[in-house]
């Protein structure tokens, strides 16, 4: 009787009673809960993914660029470009008045260039204007070859000095005009047409390359043609072409700073950055002594690029 009271206290009170119980949840409810938080953790799935990929393909073209640019020659692009052909004139095959002593660094004398001068113009001097070319005087060695056109008009001393200085001066057309004179005194002058084809080559590559050749063939020695068809394929981006010509003028003309700058420029086109650098040094050192057509300040900059 005691136990029914307190169970009925008991009731009344709500102590002693476990906590209540949630009812469970129905079975499609709790389906559609599962089935959404899966979705969310598929698309959650699906973003670290493409995330993941993007990070990659960044870190790919990434290291890609690196690659190329570490690639690239040792310094900013775009590398020195060959000096155009002003075509080196060969010192007096003869003169009326006594030679000078000839310098250590005089280039090749081709035999079949020059017409002797007359005996009776003693004062005009190719070999004094010659000198002073060389000497970098361009002023005083117009006037001095000038002085032997007058007295000699068919000199091709005088002819292929006269238009070497104009090519330097950037009077192409001054040039082209001493060329063609040159080659209606001989018509066989390989130098001048050397030149005619430096300054009118590119118009039509194919035929002066022919033409170079065929030049070549007959006389493969001499220096300017062979520098006259580096330029032409360096013209074209016939690297590979160009240093072999270059090479070739390098091996009959050894001292020729131009040469030896063009010679560097071919090899550093090709990537082939120590066997420039030699060759960029030998140009400066060669130009020391004679005038070039290159920017000796440019060259120095190159040379320093190269040695880091």
Known sequence: MDELKKAEQSKRTGVGQPPPVSPLPRADARDQRLSRARSTQVSLDRNRTAALVLVLSLLLVGGGSAAYYWMQPESALPLPLPVPLAAPVPPPSSTAVAPAVPRADAVMQPAVLAVPAQATTPEPSAQRAYAALMAGDERQSRREYLRVLEAEPTSLD?????????????????????????????????????????????????????????????A??????????????????????????????????????????????????????????????LALSAAESRPVGFDKQQVKTRVLALQR
Do not use: C, M
């Open 158 to 218: 005088a002819l292929h000095g006269l238009a070497t200085i104009s090519l330097r001066q950037g009077q192409a057309d001054a040039a082209e005009a001493y060329y063609l004179r040159a080659l209606k005194v001989d018509a066989q002058d390989a130098l001048a047409q050397a030149g005619l084809i430096g300054l009118k080559g590119q118009a039509n590559p194919q035929q002066a390359e022919e033409h170079l050749k065929s030049l070549l063939a007959a």
């Open 220 to 281: 493969p020695e001499l220096s300017f043609l062979n520098y006259a068809l580096g330029n032409l394929y360096a013209g074209r981006n016939r690297w590979s072409e160009a240093q072999q010509a270059f090479f070739k003028a390098y091996s009959a003309e050894p001292d020729n700073p131009d040469i030896l700058f063009n010679l560097a420029v071919s090899l550093d086109h090709l990537r082939q950055p120590q066997h420039a650098l030699q060759f960029y040094k």
